[in-house]
């Protein structure tokens, strides 16, 4: 049973979904909502990345095998001044 105050909630992130969705710019992102409301449960996110997408989590994946990684606190730290 949902509360008025988790329905408030639920009813104030839908908005700002709303509100999001419409000052949408991109077309990959506004095809991809497209594609999840139309077929919701049919929808493998690993087929629907782009290439240029695939390539940087390849290389990503790379990285972290080759040890090309920093801590969290290492990034934290050299990125500090604008977190």
């Known amino acids: 049973m ?35 409301r139309e077929e919701p449960k049919k929808v493998d996110w690993w087929n629907e990345v782009t290439k240029e997408e695939e390539l940087a989590i390849e290389r990503g994946l790379n990285d972290m095998k080759a040890g090309k990684v920093k801590s969290h606190k290492e990034v934290r730290g050299t990125y500090a001044k604008w977190l």
């Open 2 to 36: 949902t509360t008025k105050a988790g329905s408030e909630v639920f009813q104030n992130e839908k908005l700002k979904i709303i509100k999001w969705v419409t000052g949408l710019k991109d077309e990959t992102a506004l095809a991809k909502l497209k594609l999840l």
